[in-house]
């Protein structure tokens, strides 16, 4: 585009009376920016009409000197065909910078240290010279459009409550949905169950299931569409355009996917030893129980004792909690009591776990005379004797053992697990294993994924959906639950975690908005979370392509397939936009229409390098703009204070950092360089889930760039920043300063 600049700073919050507005508009003018207009408030109407009618007059590009771009968003948002650059005066210089009255006998009253107010204006200054470079660099986004026409369908695959739930309100919604059903029947473990606990006030009395009316409803709604006995043979293509094929023949296309298969219980194979499982056919799961219940199997019982947490929270089996376990053996404590008031039930408990109003449940069953007794870690012995067995357990309350005699049932309460397959990613591309032992960690990674799948996708990554190690399906669990790291594809209901009736059914109707929003985000060539309404996506000069498999091996969302010579083949569509494949290109090939590898190192050799012997230190700080972004705002406003030598650059994700970044910025003069990310490791935050991890393992690879360089280092540090680490930032950045103002010394590249 041929950008017709305009620049405009703000004097409001202090920043008119902090920092020279003439000098600046110097640099601005020098950095290529355009001419430069100040006013007492941009975010005022009258500052926004000063820009306005400077856009009516031509201009399509347009710097604003404020305060952070992740405020007033609205308010600086002038369409998609201009261009906007924010520059953060006010968090990033103004607030975050102190200086001190002057020190001296000649000072005059309120004289302020002029070296410091120097510091502050050179921080402005460069910040202005990093923006000319970024905008020189960008271009206005171009969104991705289908070839084909795009597929509006959503497919829901599994038809238990979660399934049809999601089926229901997609449908309701106004979205066509295709319905997929292994077995004969909708319905599910719901379909299994003889009642629910209560959903409703006053939360004291068992309910139906209403599966009935729910499968006739969706039966007779002519937006979905059902087919039972089947299972998914193959699903190929991206959002907007995904192509299945059924193991009964049918095919058909989809804009987005809902996987809601559900739960499978706990094997209780795996308690032989610690609950006595298969000695006696009186030795029953929770499920069982159910089922008995349900073909209304509960005469003749005058004994039964309920074993919690049989397999859940326990390292040995399942090491979280199942969340339904207790309720469940509530309501069938509950179901022996309603056949026989004067049955011995027992619970035996670690901890009662009847969250909300659950709790009036516990205290129903209670009124009805079941006994609840906390056991401690230890599992309860069960034996049988003379026909009917026996459970002996310490009872934590009364501090003794306890025995119960005389039972007619033992029902252990065994956990959820997902019903997906559990997938274990390949280790990150091995740097620092030699290429064989690699290869080797890699197979046996793969062998360790199950031979099934629900989806079948045909994806270079593999046919299932990545997984935790509990084969739930992975996703950002606080701030995108329903999200997988398949675009377009969403969990819901107990595939995705324990959960109980009611929680499935909100959750269902959750994935149902997002499996909309994928659709609309992709009909507009926008990009889905993090990056919510982004247009730009990656773009591959493949003339310089050396078949490296980076890209497609460390994309964390399986965005990129390959051909038979290991050319990638990029699906714009399933692509959240964070960079990893530029960050991991080693011939730099990959760009955004405004997030390149040049753009970046441009603006990091913008920065003005004073001579050594001036001991102003530069450090370039690369900040992942999910996380440490906003800690950094956030600190700043507190009042916390730090360094001027350091500038922020704002990074998609620490995982689109290109190792030639950190050799440009040292050989440019830098002194450092920090790289603040996102926690890493099993409980991640990183937005875009590999990328800080990605960084952290490249990272690893810069001793030998500065080697080298003859550079030290202690030049280069990572550090994770979550976004409540507002105290911990100042101390990184001083202590780092110090550190190379006071023991490793100023760049030598300085002046070169």
Request: charged share 25%; glycine share 8%.
């Amino acid at each position: 585009m041929d950008k017709n600049i305009a620049s405009y700073l703000c004097k409001g919050c202090g920043l008119g009376e902090a920092l020279d507005f003439e000098s600046l508009a110097e640099v601005i003018d020098e950095a290529g920016l355009g001419e430069t207009k100040e006013h007492e408030a941009l975010c005022s109407p009258e500052g926004l009409e000063l820009i306005k009618a400077d856009i009516a007059g031509g201009v399509n590009t347009v710097c604003i000197g404020a305060c952070s771009s992740r405020v007033k968003t609205d308010e600086f948002n002038f369409g998609r065909e201009v261009l906007v650059e924010r520059i953060s005066l006010r968090e990033q210089v103004l607030y975050c910078t102190e200086v001190p009255p002057a020190e001296g006998d000649d000072v005059e009253e309120g004289q302020l240290d002029a070296e410091a107010l120097e510091n502050r204006q050179m921080l402005a200054e460069d910040y202005f010279r990093m923006a000319g470079a970024k905008v020189a660099a960008s271009e206005l986004p171009e969104p991705f459009q289908l070839e084909e026409e795009m597929a509006t369908d959503i497919m829901v695959v599994g038809g238990g409550i979660a399934g049809m739930t999601a089926a229901k309100e997609a449908a309701a919604a106004g979205s066509r949905v295709i319905l997929v059903e292994k077995e004969a029947q909708l319905g599910g473990f719901l379909g299994k169950m003889a009642k629910l606990s209560p959903q409703k006030p006053p939360y004291a009395e068992l309910e139906d299931t209403g599966v009935a009316e729910l499968v006739a409803e969706l039966e007779a709604d002519d937006q979905v569409t059902i087919y039972t006995g089947v299972t998914v043979d193959k699903t190929e293509g991206a959002p907007g355009n995904f192509d299945v094929t059924l193991s009964g023949g049918q095919s058909f296309r989809a804009g987005a996917i809902i996987q809601a298969t559900g739960w499978i219980p706990y094997d209780p194979e795996n308690l032989k030893e610690d609950l006595a499982w298969g000695t006696s056919d009186k030795i029953i799961t929770n499920v069982m129980m159910e089922e008995k219940a349900k073909s209304g199997d509960l005469a003749g019982l005058d004994a039964v004792a309920f074993i919690q947490c049989a397999g859940s929270r326990d390292e040995n089996h399942l090491p979280y909690c199942s969340a339904f376990c207790c309720l469940a053996s509530i309501k069938q404590a509950i179901y022996v009591k309603e056949q026989n008031p004067e049955a011995a039930v027992f619970v035996v408990y670690k901890d009662v776990r009847t969250t909300g109003q659950t709790e009036d449940v516990y205290r129903a069953a209670q009124r009805a005379g079941v006994v609840f007794i906390r056991r401690d870690e230890d599992y309860p012995s069960i034996t049988e004797e003379g026909g009917k067995l026996v459970v002996e357990t310490t009872d934590m309350l009364i501090n003794d053992t306890v025995r119960l005699e005389e039972l007619d049932l033992v029902v252990l309460a065994t956990g959820m697990v997902p019903n997906n397959p559990r997938v274990v990613d390949p280790p990150l591309i091995p740097f620092e294993v030699p290429e064989e032992e690699g290869k080797k960690m890699i197979a046996e990674a793969k062998a360790q994924c199950e031979d099934w799948s629900v989806l079948n996708l045909q994806y270079r990554q593999g046919p299932n959906l990545p997984t935790i190690k509990y084969k739930m399906p992975d996703s950002h669990f606080v701030c995108f639950p329903y999200e997988t790291r398949r675009t377009g594809i969403y969990s819901a209901g107990c595939v995705r975690r324990p959960m109980r009736v009611g929680q499935v059914v909100e959750d269902a109707t959750g994935a149902a908005l997002k499996a909309i929003q994928a659709i609309y985000a992709t009909s507009k060539g926008r990009a889905v979370h993090p990056r919510s309404g982004d247009e730009t996506f990656p773009e591959f000069q493949m003339t310089r392509c050396t078949q490296c498999k980076r890209c497609t091996e460390e994309c964390p969302f399986g965005a990129i397939n390959e051909d038979a010579d290991a050319n990638p083949l990029p699906n714009p569509t399933r692509c959240r936009r964070c960079g990893v494949c530029m960050g991991a290109c080693p011939e730099r090939i990959i760009s955004f229409k405004n997030y390149s590898v040049g753009q970046i190192g441009d603006m990091i050799k913008g920065m003005d390098i004073p001579d050594e012997d001036e001991e102003k230190p530069r450090v370039a700080v690369l900040v992942c703009e999910n996380d440490a972004l906003p800690a950094i705002d956030m600190a700043a406003r507190q009042g916390a204070k730090w360094s001027p030598f350091v500038r922020f650059i704002p990074v998609r994700c620490l995982g689109s950092v290109n190792l030639v970044w950190i050799a440009d910025a040292l050989s440019a003069g830098v002194d450092g360089v920090i790289l603040f990310g996102c926690r890493r490791g099993e409980d991640y935050q990183c937005h875009f889930v590999r990328g800080s991890e990605l960084a952290n393992v490249r990272m690893s690879k810069i001793a030998e760039t500065l080697q080298r360089l003859a550079l030290e280092e202690e030049r280069v540090l990572v550090e994770e920043i979550s976004i409540n680490d507002l105290e911990k930032i100042p101390t990184v950045i001083n202590d780092f300063v110090e550190t190379i103002v006071d023991d490793i010394g100023m760049n030598p590249f300085k002046g070169f």
